[in-house]
Nanobody
Framework: QVQLVESGGGLVQAGGSLRLSCASSGRTFSSYGMAWFRQIPGKERDFVSGISYRGGTTTYADSVKGRFTISRDNAKKTVSLQMNSLKPEDTAVYYC?????????????????WGQGTQVTVSS
């Protein structure tokens, strides 16, 4: 069972930046797409960004395009999310996720493993 551990969340002012990281314990990390989702209490878990198994394909939610950048390091078995120009509406718990396949996915149903989540709070 793969374990995903996120780090890098915190409190930041609007316009600031944060970098989230996710470390995987899986031996086959480089075979699977990875993604970031976020969730506000009482709401559904929403897609933020996805990346294919080698990093050649990336996808983003419209709300974060041009501000967030996803990347991965297969040698270190990590995936990162660089978040710039943060807005108060970006406040949420952010979850790292592993896809069931090698592609960059966008849906919750395509996820086989989740991290425990890390809180990001953007103050106005």
């Amino acid at each position: 069972q793969v374990q995903l551990v996120e780090s890098g969340g915190g409190l930041v002012q609007a316009g600031g930046s944060l970098r989230l990281s996710c470390a995987s314990s899986g031996r086959t990390f480089s075979s699977y797409g990875m993604a970031w989702f976020r969730q506000i209490p009482g709401k559904e878990r929403d897609f933020v960004s996805g990346i294919s198994y080698r990093g050649g394909t990336t996808t983003y939610a419209d709300s974060v395009k041009g501000r967030f950048t996803i990347s991965r390091d297969n040698a270190k078995k990590t995936v990162s999310l660089q978040m710039n120009s943060l807005k108060p509406e970006d406040t949420a718990v952010y979850y790292c996720a592993q896809s069931r396949t090698a592609v960059a996915v966008t849906g919750v149903a395509a996820i086989s493993a989740w991290g425990q989540g890390t809180q990001v709070t953007v103050s106005s």
